[in-house]
């Protein structure tokens, strides 16, 4: 069976412990590689070597990281194929979803920094008859990156590529259950010149190799994006050593529709922002509000449309829908349902596993999921599940609608649907979350802020966000 390694100093390693973990296909729910199993002495050897070469690292010229980076980005473009192939049998989603989303976005994410980091600019203040500030930004010195495993490669790479075109050396952990393309990576940043030991990947539990990274004294920063518990135990671990934190955390995003909205369009677009990545995408809404005089014709329609989603194994072209990523998030989904109609809701479809023909008779597959008739304060309203469950609930006014959308904890992203521009503005202000979409769904400019407010987050991703926080300001005044 295929054996993982680290990626250390620029090579391929075992873990020093020799311990190896299962790493399981989501569409056969079967084991096909074995990941290392890392620990403590693993991040020393890796910080040891992000040390070594931060001062090479970090006294290049801006110009040439960025072409090394622009070499990493068009690396992984070269070997879009097996990237796509590996993603999607890591994840278990469609392997047309990994074709047009997830491994492309990883080489935009790259490409993005890369030229980014030569626009970077810093400020300077003038004080009239005084002197002059000028600001310099400098990069932090080693930082941890660590990722979940919904988008693998497109969210490890959304950190590691701002750390490192700002001049930074990153010790980074892709999430154990998705470990694949982060493994791929170390060799195509070799390719691509990167001196060794400025990327060092891990692989790993979170709560072994995870933590170790997050309490090295020498790990000057963290980004983390993953769930709120676990972020919150990071936040409290790190802030005592007063690291730098960027936390993108869970959501429970409201899909906010009014009776103006261009139907079709929304319907379509409400498809994908409920069961994309089998629901799986922090940005997903998974709580649909609909204005009470269209109430009805939504719900036929909706539902009609999500009882035909095609779910299958994630190599047929049809497949709307593959495997959710591991057989105990299948389980933890399904007892959402439970909770659900022990809450009073109605399954209006969905709701259960779908068992496919060998040899994917064991994947973790779920039918798309639509329920009604729950208050808006249960706990199936209130939490998180991360899977292809929406619940849908009418609302008569704007006030009403606000007021159901801003009760969770969460607020990472919200969808407002309107043709009235001044109430979508209007809404838009009122929403507590970091992102709105309005008429639309996960349309992405990655210059724009990206994060969450309350249990969604702490700091923002994305364009001069990410660059100021992989740098550290420093203010220089000079007298007249
Ligand atoms: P987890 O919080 O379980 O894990 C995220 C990463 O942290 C994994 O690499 C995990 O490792 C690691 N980890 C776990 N425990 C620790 C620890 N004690 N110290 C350091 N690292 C640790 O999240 P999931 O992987 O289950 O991802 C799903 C969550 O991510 C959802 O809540 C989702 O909303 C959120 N998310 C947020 C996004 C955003 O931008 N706001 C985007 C995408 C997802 P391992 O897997 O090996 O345990």
């Known amino acids: ?9 620029g090579k391929y390693c075992e873990p020093i412990g020799g311990q190896y973990i299962d790493n399981y296909e989501p569409a056969t729910g079967k084991v096909y590689s074995l990941i290392p199993n890392s620990d403590e002495r693993d991040v020393e050897l890796a910080v040891q070597a992000a040390e070594k070469a931060f001062p090479i690292w970090s006294g290049m010229s801006v110009e040439e990281r960025s072409e090394i980076l622009v070499r990493l980005s068009e690396g992984i473009e070269k070997r879009m194929d097996e990237f796509v192939a590996a993603e999607s049998k890591d994840n278990g989603k469609p392997l047309s979803l990994a074709a047009h989303v997830d491994i492309p976005r990883a080489v935009s994410n790259f490409h993005f920094f890369a030229t980014g980091i030569i626009h970077f600019s810093s400020e300077s203040h003038y004080m009239e008859g005084v002197g002059v500030n000028y600001t310099i930004r400098k990069p932090i010195g080693i930082v941890g990156c660590i990722s979940p495993w919904n988008l693998p490669l497109y969210l490890f790479s959304w950190k590691i590529a701002p750390a490192l075109a700002a001049g930074n ?8 259950i ?9 060799q195509v940043a070799k390719d691509a010149g990167m001196p060794d030991g ?9 709560g072994s190799v995870g933590d170790a990274i997050v309490k090295h004294p020498k790990i000057k920063a963290i980004s983390f994006t993953g769930g709120t518990k676990t972020g919150e135990y990071i936040a409290r671990t790190a802030a005592p050593m007063f ?11 409201p899909n ?7 139907f079709d369009d929304m319907l379509s677009t409400t498809l994908r922002s409920s069961f994309a990545n089998q629901g799986q995408i922090c940005l997903c809404g998974s709580r649909i509000f609909i204005e009470r005089t269209i109430y009805d014709k939504f719900k036929t329609a909706f539902v009609d449309k999500v009882s035909k989603t095609i779910v299958s194994n994630p190599e047929d072209p049809k497949a709307k829908l593959g495997a959710v990523v591991s057989q105990s998030h299948m389980e933890k989904v399904l007892s959402y ?24 008779e064991n994947g973790y597959y779920l039918r798309p999921t639509v329920i009604e008739g729950l208050a808006y304060d249960c706990r199936t309203n209130q939490e998180e599940i991360f899977g292809p469950v929406v619940t ?6 704007e006030e009403e609608v606000l007021m159901m959308a801003n009760s969770t904890q969460y607020g990472l992203a919200a969808t407002l649907w309107t043709s009235d521009l001044k109430r979508a503005h209007r809404m838009a202000d009122k929403i507590d979350s970091g992102i709105v979409w309005i008429n639309s769904w996960l349309v992405r400019d990655l210059r724009t802020p990206f994060g969450g407010v309350k249990a969604s987050g702490v700091g923002r991703e994305g364009g001069l966000e990410a660059l100021r926080f992989f740098t550290e300001p420093k203010n220089v005044f000079v007298k007249y």
Request: contains cysteine; negative net charge.
């Open 337 to 360: 349902v439970d909770l659900a109609i022990t809450e009073g809701g109605k399954v209006l479809t969905g709701g259960e596993r779908v068992i496919l023909d060998a040899p994917y």
């Open 178 to 186: 998705t470990p694949y393309t982060a493994y791929l990576l170390g």
């Open 198 to 206: 400025v990327l060092n990947i891990l692989h790993g539990l979170g």
């Open 256 to 262: 906010i529709i009014f009776a103006d909205c261009d």
């Open 1 to 9: 069976m295929e054996k993982l390694q680290n990626f250390i100093n």
């Open 169 to 176: 050396c990153v010790v980074a952990k892709p999430s154990e």
């Open 243 to 253: 690291k730098k934190l960027s936390l993108e955390l869970g959501g429970k995003n």
């Open 392 to 397: 849908i609930t009418p609302f008569d006014t």
